[in-house]
């Protein structure tokens, strides 16, 4: 079956400028997390939706990082007025149920570079 | 919060040779899994490990939580096992997410 996606693909744009990220997760994964993959580094968690439960947003850097998921469907993550720091490669992934017992399934990433 | 050391954090091997990777972490786990990047960035998990041991071909994996390391096999490395390989963890601490490794980076000579 189909895997998880993930559009755009690369994203460019100017400093200050909102960016909307998308993510399509495996048909019947009830978990879906956002990370962030900086240049040459390991990932770092975003936020977490399982469900209709409250996510998860422990993981967000600041303010300007807001997502949303409705029910066990697509999510967006959106960052306002970005920054220079902000450019990395966003991952989405996906798990049947919750990172205690299940695997993650990864997108292949939106990769954003802000000017 | 919880440390998730990998070693080597660079590898280079002659096609044909067996590695093995580590992973160490600071505190109780309830999951530990293994992934690949590749060099066009995607992401496979290799194995779902919490505890034991799991074979997958030419790679097998061994986590032993109780002394709170995990290690990956390559055997027969073939130049389409390079590229990064992380161990990442959910601390019992705190469930919902991974907590990633700094990675391995693997390149493999023909």
């Known amino acids: 079956g189909a895997g998880v996606s993930q559009s755009p693909s690369n994203k460019v744009t100017e400093k200050g400028k909102d960016v909307e990220l998308r993510c399509d997760p495996i048909?019947?994964?009830?978990?879906l997390y956002w990370y962030r993959q900086r240049l040459g580094q390991g990932l770092e968690f975003l936020i977490y939706?399982?469900?209709?439960?409250?996510?998860?947003k422990s993981g967000l850097p600041s303010d300007r990082f807001s997502a949303e998921r409705t029910g066990e469907s697509v999510s967006t993550l959106t960052i306002q007025r970005t920054q220079q720091e902000d450019s990395a490669v966003y991952l989405c992934?996906?798990?049947?149920?919750?990172?205690?017992?299940?695997?993650?399934?990864f997108g292949p990433g939106t990769r954003l570079t802000v000017l | 919060g919880i440390q998730v050391e990998q070693s080597p954090p660079d590898l280079i091997l002659q096609e044909g040779a067996n590695s093995t990777l580590r992973c160490n972490f600071s505190?109780?786990?309830?999951?530990l899994q293994w992934f690949h990047q590749n060099p066009w960035g995607q992401l496979i998990n290799l194995f779902y490990i919490p505890s034991g041991t799991k074979q997958n071909g030419r790679l097998s994996a061994t986590t032993v939580a109780t002394e709170r390391y995990s290690l990956l096999y390559i055997s027969s490395s073939q130049t389409t096992d390079s590229g990064v390989y992380f161990c990442?963890?959910?601390?019992?601490?705190?469930?919902?997410?991974?907590?990633f490794g700094a990675g391995t980076i693997l390149r493999v000579k023909s």
């Open positions: 939706f399982q469900g209709n439960s409250a996510p998860d």
């Open positions: 992934a996906s798990s049947l149920g919750g990172v205690w017992t299940d695997t993650q399934y």
């Open positions: 048909s019947g994964h009830t978990a």
């Open positions: 505190d109780s786990v309830n999951n």
């Open positions: 990442a963890v959910a601390p019992m601490e705190y469930g919902n997410k991974l907590v």
